[in-house]
């Protein structure tokens, strides 16, 4: 299943014309394909590394990439505490 179906099925349950079975079976399949496709992707870099170091070198870069979350203000974190 594609992405682009599992997302017209959650369109169409959101409209009561699909079954929530329906969708969720969907979204599973699509998920493990996601995974294998993932899976399939990392043994590949894995095994072409030394052939294929720019390829390795940006994924690994990227997945060092680490998102910034907003971190509550330290002051009403510790007045929330102290209640």
């Known amino acids: 299943?594609?992405?682009k179906g599992k997302r017209e099925l959650h369109?169409?349950?959101k409209q009561g014309q699909v079954s929530?079975?329906?969708y969720r079976a969907t979204a599973q399949l699509?998920?493990?394909e996601v995974r294998r496709a993932?899976?399939?992707l990392e043994l590949n870099l894995a095994r072409d590394a030394k052939n294929n170091?720019?390829?390795f070198y940006r994924?690994?870069?990227q997945?060092?990439?680490v998102k910034e979350s907003v971190q509550p203000d330290e002051q009403k974190w510790q007045a929330s505490i102290n209640r």
Do not use: F, N, P, T
């Open 30 to 32: 699509c998920r493990d």
């Open 53 to 55: 170091k720019k390829g």
């Open 11 to 13: 369109r169409q349950w």
């Open 20 to 22: 929530w079975e329906d």
């Open 38 to 40: 993932k899976a399939q």
């Open 63 to 65: 997945k060092k990439k």
């Open 59 to 61: 994924y690994v870069s």
């Open 1 to 3: 299943m594609k992405l």
